[in-house]
């Protein structure tokens, strides 16, 4: 055998050896600045318990322009590390042009895409949207999420920003084995079934949930605190009945055993049914006995209504055609719309949440962490109570002058070691359960009882996210969907929405007028010099050999 047939022989055994390391061993380094390509550690964990296949359908395939065709190809390649980490995870993309109409019933709606090609704007319609299934559970995720944003590059970025958090918590969504428990409290004239239909609808898709009554008078008291102590989390929604010294230190003590709670409390009777059927009310202070619980948590909520310059709108009648009556959408300012906090994972890329007679919270100091969830805008009048509130206001010309309230606080993550309201007073029970202080425990509290209230259409719940009348679409729902989770979070799922992508994106405009220059460089140069490498070798090996 020849010197050089064992050379070939030798690369071609070493070649086979690196083949075979390479398809044994999986490494991909990532070196973005961002670390866009590095999955968190709470994911990795969540990936490596699944023990059975898991599916994952994506409905984003087809012809995109660059930008969700980059979104395509993320997608893509996020699903591959994933499949890369637990090889039960199987993939697979669809394209959904044959199945519109099945997506669309099974809650997948569509988007409008704006293809600008050049120079050209066309629309286009898509199902940016993925199916996973895992033994017999199912659940969507949405791959193009709603958020305030200015452009649709930007919807774009904050669309691959949240490709870990959606996907991670979706798998978890179906993978988990045992669902953490809430008590949606009643008796103290909280909201009905029928108006927090939208919100708890979804929350039962991840948990558990059952009523409870907190009702201390007909259950004995101590055993009440029991029951309430199996569950995770209570929801208090627009309670109307004062809280008895019972039911606040039932409250009280399931809140320092290490219960999370999410309280959406009015101080202040007000209420836009009845200011709609008569054209005018009476807005008064509310007592539910709780001022004494909340202070101790460090916080108050003050019985003056805050109106925002930046509100929602609401269909007033302004006229008649016939006997045909003509409405128009006008700013309400009683219904403050409330920004978000940016820099916390519950509020963050949410639309702005729709509050309707809405308190100012005031913060007291103490050991307990405050952060801000919802504010109002800087344009703000603080209304005090009792006061007659009347429709015809609207049409009242805006003095600007008489909004200068400043930013007020509406919505607020309490975390901390929470005393006891009862740690010096007499107890109005005994019970073995009694806890002078927490361990690290979270609540959340919201000035506006109506925040999780769905309206109703044809007597069916509608859907919180949207107003019926003027189809303006709010935050409300994902703002409470993603207050329960993490209240309920233990493994930081929730911190991923933080995750933020820096996508350096093509300027349109100066790309359709340098596109010739841009094709002509890399298209028609590299086959030039093509061509002129060719004629040269041409010349030398000519020359060489003549």
């Known amino acids: 055998m020849s010197k050089k047939t064992k050379e070939i022989l030798l690369l071609i055994a070493i070649l086979i050896i690196l083949n075979s390391i390479g398809h044994s061993f999986y490494k991909r380094f990532d070196l973005t600045s961002d670390q866009r390509y590095t999955l968190s550690e709470t994911t990795k964990i969540l990936v490596n318990q699944i023990d059975t296949p898991l599916f994952i359908e994506v409905y984003l395939e087809g012809e995109f322009d660059a930008g969700f065709k980059r ?53 286009a319609i ?59 409290l009643s008796g103290n004239g909280e909201l009905t079934d029928i108006y927090q239909y939208s919100f708890l609808s979804a929350v039962t898709k991840k948990y558990s949930m059952a009523k409870f009554s907190l009702d201390a008078h007909t259950i004995k008291a101590p055993q009440t605190l029991e029951n ?51 054209g005018k009310m009476l807005a008064y202070p509310k007592d539910l006995g709780l001022t004494d619980l909340l202070f101790t948590y460090g916080i108050r909520i003050n019985t003056s209504i805050v109106k925002d310059l930046y509100a929602a709108k609401i269909p007033v009648a302004t006229g008649n055609i016939g006997k045909q009556a003509q409405f128009k959408n006008l700013d309400w300012h009683y219904h403050p719309l409330a920004q978000g906090n940016p820099e916390n994972p519950i509020t963050k890329n949410i639309l702005p949440v729709r509050l309707q007679f809405a308190n100012q919270i005031d913060t007291l100091k103490n050991n307990i962490t405050k952060t801000p969830l919802l504010v109002s805008s800087l ?90 009348w003027t189809q303006q679409q709010f935050g409300n729902k994902d703002f409470l969907l993603n207050a329960v ?57 000519k020359r060489k050999y003549a």
Do not use: C, H
């Not at 044959?98 to 066309?122: F, H, Y």
């Not at 994106?505 to 030039?528: S, T």
């Open 485 to 541: 989770d993490y209240l309920l979070d233990d493994t930081g799922i929730l911190n991923l929405r933080n995750k933020s992508l820096q996508i350096r994106m093509l300027d349109p405009q100066k790309a359709f007028k340098e596109r010739q220059f841009w094709q002509f460089l890399n298209v028609v140069l590299p086959l030039v010099l093509l061509i002129v490498f060719g004629l040269i070798f041409r010349y030398f090996r």
């Open 126 to 184: 898509i199902f940016p949207w993925a199916e996973i299934r895992f033994g017999k559970k199912t659940t969507l995720v949405s791959l193009l999420q709603s958020s305030i944003v200015a452009s649709q590059e930007e919807q774009l970025e904050k669309a691959i920003g949240n490709l870990e958090y959606e996907f991670s918590n979706a798998i978890q969504t179906v993978a988990q084995k045992k669902l953490k428990k809430i008590a949606i």
């Open 228 to 278: 309430l102590s199996n569950f995770d989390l209570a929801i208090i929604a627009k309670p109307t009945e004062k809280f008895t010294e019972k039911e606040k230190f039932v409250l009280d003590q399931f809140i320092v055993n290490g219960g999370k709670t999410l309280w959406m409390l009015d101080n202040v009777q007000a209420d836009q049914d009845s200011l709609g059927n008569t």
């Open 379 to 468: 344009f703000t009048q603080k209304v005090g109570t009792p006061k007659i509130i009347a429709i015809q206001a609207i049409a009242d010309p805006v003095v600007e002058s008489d909004y200068n309230g400043g930013s007020q606080l509406f919505a607020v993550l309490l975390s901390g070691n929470f005393k006891s309201a009862y740690k010096n007073r007499i107890q109005p029970f005994k019970t073995p359960l009694f806890n002078p202080q927490s361990e690290f425990n979270k609540m959340i509290v919201i000035s506006d009882g109506d925040v999780g209230k769905n309206q109703l259409l044809k007597e069916q719940p509608y859907d919180l996210s949207r107003d019926k």
């Open 71 to 123: 979104l395509q190809t993320e997608t893509a390649q996020y699903l591959e590390q994933l499949a890369s980490l637990n090889k039960k995870i199987k993939i697979n993309f669809k394209n959904p042009n044959n199945q519109r109409e099945a997506l669309i019933k099974r809650g997948m709606l569509p988007s409008q895409l704006t293809i600008t090609e050049d120079g050209k704007m066309s629309e």
